[in-house]
């Protein structure tokens, strides 16, 4: 029986990640805005790392790491709980102690060198599967690595890579047989920076840019090899599957709080002798948005708990992308309007949230590919229409 009652020791969690984000993360927000004004990181690695310090004094770090590597190892109905928490500030906080779900498929030699480093902090990674050419169709990827004696050669370019430049290393996706493909012929690497792709900034309509890595004659150890030779893209795709209901999810935390926002100026913004909250065009925006939140957090929690029971989870999570996405980006549009014109000023943090939900339609699959899943599963007859319930 699906059951989301909290007991109390998860009610305790999640309540102490709201206190948290409450008096530590959003009185930091005037400076942030302040600083990505100025095209400056809204957090310096430092405060960052000061703040996941603090949180690491009462336990929380690592929310979905093992406990064996000192994390929480929290389940993932949990770690989407306190990802809405996250989500309810537009500073980028995030919880120290992570580490890249595929990293776990290290060696011991590269856990020491990689995994380990990542979780304390002091190594940053980046996932690079995008090319100029390869996005949504990331089975034609063209970066190629040649084998040479006991060394692989990459040459090729990745795009829109998050963390692109400031990762030391990357997890790096390449074609090592061109005849099988993604089918057994691709293979993700292990690649220092210093062992000599490089990358260049890409500016976006966001508050921070992506990167391209250039990958020229870059040589590496046979050992650089993640997982099996081969196996690349199945790597590709579970580190992809990680996001698809943790991203909607920190979604679902800023509308609650763009909802908030909107139901403050509602009530408070006087025209025509009355407050706007007393108009049926605004009502209806707030209402639509309310149920909406409340259908999102019910297919965010339900993908969540597919996971936890180890069911195959992928349908439930594309319908929770997919609709966070759409989703999100139609609520922040009608909190956004409900401000009028001070809901387009650069003083108010709603025009930020703007752009920066609008990713949310396009990385880790687009709107489109999400419908695409979907559409196959169910023409196929993979999942029923009534549901997990029957
Ligand atoms: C800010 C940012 C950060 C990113 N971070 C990373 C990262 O860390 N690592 C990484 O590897 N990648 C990253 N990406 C890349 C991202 O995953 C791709 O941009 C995304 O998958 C879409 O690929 P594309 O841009 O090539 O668009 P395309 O694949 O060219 O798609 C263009 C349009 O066509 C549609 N389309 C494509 N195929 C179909 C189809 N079969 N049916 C219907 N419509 C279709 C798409 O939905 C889209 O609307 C990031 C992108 C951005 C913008």
Redesign the pocket.
């Known amino acids: 029986m699906v059951d989301f009652s909290l007991t109390d020791t998860e009610r305790e969690v999640r309540d102490w990640v709201r206190t948290f984000v409450k008096k530590e993360i959003m009185p930091l927000e005037p400076e942030v805005l302040r600083r990505e004004r100025r095209n400056e990181p809204g957090l310096t690695h430092d405060e960052l790392k000061s703040l996941q310090l603090k949180a690491k004094e009462s336990g929380f770090w690592g929310v979905q790491t093992p406990e064996e590597y000192g994390g929480m190892n929290l389940s993932a109905v949990m770690s989407a709980l306190l990802e809405v928490e996250l989500g309810r500030s537009f500073v980028q906080f995030r919880f120290g102690g992570y580490a890249d779900n595929i990293l776990y498929d290290a060696n011991e030699e590269q856990k020491k060198r990689y995994l380990e480093p990542t979780i304390a902090g002091d190594r940053i990674s980046?996932?690079?599967?995008?090319e100029p050419g390869?996005?949504?169709?990331a089975k034609n990827i063209r970066t190629a690595a040649r084998r040479e004696g006991d060394e692989w050669v990459i040459n090729g370019e990745?795009t829109?890579?998050?963390?692109g430049n400031e990762a030391d290393f990357t997890m790096v996706f390449a074609v090592t047989d061109k005849e099988k493909g993604a089918d057994g012929g691709v293979t993700c690497f292990l690649v220092d920076r210093d062992q000599g792709w490089r990358s260049e900034y890409i500016d976006?309509m966001?508050e921070w840019g992506?990167a391209s890595l250039i990958f020229e004659d870059v040589r590496v150890p046979h050992s650089a090899i993640l997982g099996e030779e081969g196996k690349g893209f199945e790597l590709a795709m579970r580190w992809i599957g990680r996001g698809r209901y943790m991203l909607p999810a920190r979604a679902l935390g800023a509308c609650e709080r763009l909802v908030e926002m909107a139901i403050d100026q509602a009530n408070n913004r006087v025209t025509f002798g009355e407050p706007i909250a007393n108009r049926q065009a605004i009502q209806w925006m707030l209402a639509d948005s309310a149920v909406e939140i409340e259908a999102l957090r019910w297919l965010v929690l339900n993908a969540a708990w597919q996971i936890d029971q180890g069911m195959d989870s992928r349908h439930a999570q594309s319908m929770a992308k997919l609709y966070g996405g759409v989703k999100a980006n139609e609520i922040v549009d009608r909190v956004l309007q409900i401000h009028g014109g001070m809901g387009y000023t650069r003083e108010l943090p709603i025009e930020r949230w703007y752009r920066e939900l609008r990713?949310l339609r396009?990385?880790?699959?687009?709107?489109?590919?999400q419908r695409?899943t979907i559409a196959r599963n169910l023409l196929k007859r993979h999942v029923s229409i009534s549901g997990t319930l029957g």
Request: proline letters at 4%.
């Open positions: 980046c996932f690079a599967i995008t390869a996005g949504s169709d990745k829109f890579i998050t963390g976006t966001g992506p990713l396009i990385y880790e699959g687009t709107d489109e590919i695409r």
